[in-house]
C-alpha cells in the first residue's frame, strides 16, 4: 500500500497490474501451433461500426472499380452485435457518407431525438440545467448500437464481404516489423488449458493489409503500438458504463442526461435515459475510471441511480430485460497515438480511441475512420504495395478530417475535471465560450491505473431490492461454460486490499474477496475490459463467450 497527503492509505492499481504478454500477443508468422490457414487480400478485426463501415466501402471501392477483393472480417462474438453497447444517440453523417442513396428513414435507428433534458442531481432533488452546446441532439437519432451492427453486417455480407463470427483474434502474425494477419484463439480447452474433446486450433488469417477495429481498449492495438513504440502526447483514459433496458408501463417522450448524485465531487461521469420504444427505455451511468475512492463501484451506484425522483416514476412496475457494461475511451486528441498506421496495418475507430467525452459521441467518428481507411486501403492495394509510406495516408486524412478537428476542439475538456466537478465545469464552459482555445495548452493526464485510490473501511450498506451483480450477468445473456480455461492475467500476491478493490471495479462479479483472497469466476466475464485498464489483464478466449446482447 502506498501513503497519499496525511498519511491516508491508498492503492496505486498499477503496482499490481502485469505488462502486456508481448510474447504472446506478437508472434513470427509460420510459429507453431495453427491449425488451418486462410490468404485474403484484406482482413479486418473487429465487426463494430468501424470494421464493418471500412469493409463495406471496400466492396463498393472493388465493385465500382471492376475488381476483385477478397475481404474478410473476423468477429468474436457467437452473432453480430453480441459484444457491442452504447448509449445510443447517433449522428447520422457517417452513414450519409456510407450509404449517399440511402435516406435518415432507411437507417437502423428508433427514431429522432424531439426533445432533450440535462439535470444536475442532488440525493433527492434535480436542478434542470441548459443544454451544454456540444450535447444538443437536435437532428441526432436514437438506436440500438447491436441493431446497428446487425444491419450494417447483412450490408457488408450482400456485398460479398466474408463474416467470421465466433472467432477471437488473439495475436498479431509478423515479419520483421510487418504485419501480415492474426491467429485466432484455440476452442475447447479444458479449465487446465489442455485440448479437450471439442478441442480446436488456432487457425491463422493473412492479408496484404490488417484493419484493428477491436473496439475499446483493443488488446492487438495495444500491443501494436508498444511493440513498434508509437506513444500519444496523454496516456489514454477510460470511462466505465453500465447500462439496463427497461420494458415500462409510463412512456419517455425526451433524452435525459444528468451530471452529480451519485458520483462524489471528485469523480468524472454522469448518467442517461433515452426512449427506444413507447415501453421500452435505455438507462445507464457513466463513470471515468481514474475516480479516487477504492470502494466505487459503478453496478452499485446504478441501483442507487433508478431509486432517484428523476428515474423511478419510469421504472416502477417496470421490468429489467437486459443489462451490459463496456468501457469507453475518453482521452481525446491528446490521447490519440501519434500514428494510428504502419506496414500492413492501420487501427480504426474506440481502438484509435476516436471518441467525443463532451458531446458523448464515437459512432459515426469509429464509421468515419473505417470509410478512410478503405478508401486509403484500396488505394494502396491498387498501387501494388500497401506499405507503411502508403498507409501513412490514413493518418493525414484522419487528421484533417472532421474527427480530428472535433476531437481538437474539446482537447482540454474532458482533462479539466481531473480536478474535481464544480472546478472541471468553470473550465469546461471556459472551453466552450472560447471554442477550446482555453487554456492555451495541453493538460496533462496520469494513466488511470496510476492515480491512487483511498482505502476507506468497510463498504457501502446494500440497496433493497437492488439488481445483484449474479443477476445482472444472466440478463447479459452471458452462456460462458464453466469449465473454460481464465483468459485474465492476474499479479502474484494480490493483497486483500487490492483484491477488494477489484471486485468493485467489475461490474460482472468476476472478483471476489474472500476471507483476503482473491477469488476469480472468469465465466461471468462480459468483455467490458474495466480491470484491463485497473487490474488484470483482459485476453481473448475460445469464440462466442461473453455476452449475447440483443438491443445494448
Known amino acids: 500500500m ?14 499490481y497490474q502485469v505488462p502486456l504478454p508481448l510474447d504472446r500477443l506478437i508472434l513470427k508468422d509460420g510459429a507453431e501451433g495453427a491449425g488451418d490457414r486462410m490468404e485474403l487480400d484484406v482482413l479486418i478485426v473487429g465487426a463494430g461500426p468501424a470494421g464493418l463501415a471500412c ?46 442513396d440511402l435516406k435518415d428513414s432507411d437507417f437502423p435507428f428508433r427514431g429522432p431525438v424531439t426533445k432533450e433534458a440535462v439535470y444536475l442531481l442532488t440525493a433527492d432533488g434535480r436542478w434542470r440545467l441548459p443544454t451544454p452546446p456540444t450535447m444538443h441532439n437536435k437532428g441526432y437519432f436514437i438506436a440500438s448500437l447491436c441493431e446497428i451492427v446487425r444491419w450494417l453486417g447483412a450490408k457488408a455480407e450482400e456485398l460479398g464481404v466474408n463474416v467470421f463470427t465466433g472467432f477471437p483474434a488473439a495475436s498479431l502474425l509478423t515479419e520483421g516489423s510487418h504485419v501480415v494477419g492474426v491467429r485466432t484463439a484455440a476452442s475447447g480447452l479444458d479449465r487446465d488449458g489442455k485440448p479437450g474433446p ?20 483493443g488488446l492487438l492495438a495495444q500491443a501494436w503500438c508498444q511493440w513498434q513504440s508509437v506513444t500519444s502526447d496523454n496516456p489514454q483514459i ?48 457513466v463513470v471515468g475510471l481514474d475516480y479516487r ?20 416514476p419510469y421504472l416502477e412496475g417496470g421490468e429489467l430485460v437486459e443489462w451490459g457494461a463496456k468501457t469507453i475511451p475518453e482521452g481525446g486528441y491528446y490521447a490519440l497515438p501519434h500514428r494510428r498506421s504502419g506496414d500492413g496495418v492501420v487501427i480504426l475507430g474506440d481502438a484509435a480511441g476516436f471518441v467525443d467525452v463532451p458531446s458523448l459521441k464515437g459512432i459515426h467518428y469509429a464509421m468515419q475512420s473505417g470509410i478512410i481507411a478503405a478508401r486509403t486501403i484500396f488505394t494502396a492495394l491498387k498501387a501494388g504495395a500497401p506499405s507503411a509510406h502508403h498507409l501513412a495516408e490514413y493518418d493525414r486524412l484522419v487528421d484533417h478530417s472532421y474527427i480530428a478537428k472535433d476531437l481538437y476542439r474539446t482537447r482540454n475538456m474532458r482533462l479539466a475535471f481531473q480536478d474535481g466537478f464544480f472546478f472541471g465545469g468553470i473550465q469546461a464552459a471556459l472551453m466552450t465560450v472560447t471554442r477550446g482555445i482555453f487554456p492555451g495548452w495541453m493538460y496533462g ?19 433493497p431490492g437492488s439488481v445483484s451483480k449474479v443477476d445482472a450477468v444472466f440478463k447479459s445473456g452471458n452462456a460462458t461454460r464453466d469449465t473454460i480455461p481464465t483468459h485474465l492475467i492476474i499479479g502474484k500476491d494480490v493483497p486483500a486490499e487490492v483484491a477488494r478493490f477489484y471486485s468493485h471495479v467489475c461490474p460482472a462479479g468476476v472478483y471476489e474477496d474472500v476471507d483476503g483472497v482473491l477469488r476469480v469466476n472468469a465465466p461471468n466475464c462480459v468483455d467490458c475490459k474495466a480491470t484491463d485498464v485497473l487490474g488484470p489483464r483482459w485476453t481473448p478466449r475460445e469464440g462466442g463467450s461473453g455476452p449475447k446482447y440483443k438491443r445494448m
Open 2 to 15: 502506498a501513503k497519499g497527503a496525511g498519511s491516508t492509505e491508498q492503492v496505486v492499481p498499477a503496482q
Open 55 to 100: 469493409a463495406i466501402e471496400l466492396a463498393k471501392l472493388a465493385k465500382q472499380d471492376g475488381a476483385e477483393l477478397n475481404i474478410g472480417v473476423l468477429e468474436k462474438a457467437e452473432a453480430l452485435g453480441e459484444h457491442s453497447l452504447s448509449g445510443a444517440v447517433v449522428n447520422p453523417r457517417a452513414f450519409r457518407d456510407l450509404f449517399p
Open 198 to 217: 471439442g478441442y480446436a486450433a488456432p487457425n491463422d488469417l493473412t492479408a496484404k493489409v490488417t484493419a484493428l477495429a477491436e473496439g475499446t481498449r
Open 238 to 285: 477510460f470511462a466505465l458504463g453500465v447500462k439496463e433496458l427497461w420494458e415500462t408501463k409510463q412512456p419517455l417522450d425526451r433524452v435525459i442526461h444528468t451530471m452529480g448524485w451519485p458520483l462524489p465531487s471528485n469523480a468524472f461521469g454522469g448518467s442517461f435515459m433515452y426512449p427506444l420504444e413507447p415501453n421500452l427505455v435505455a438507462l445507464g451511468l
Open 293 to 312: 475512492d477504492a470502494n466505487l463501484d459503478v453496478h452499485a451506484l446504478v441501483q442507487r441511480l433508478k431509486r432517484h425522483p428523476v428515474f423511478r
Open 445 to 463: 493526464m496520469h494513466a488511470d491505473a496510476e492515480v491512487g485510490r483511498k482505502l476507506s473501511p468497510g463498504d457501502s450498506p446494500g440497496i
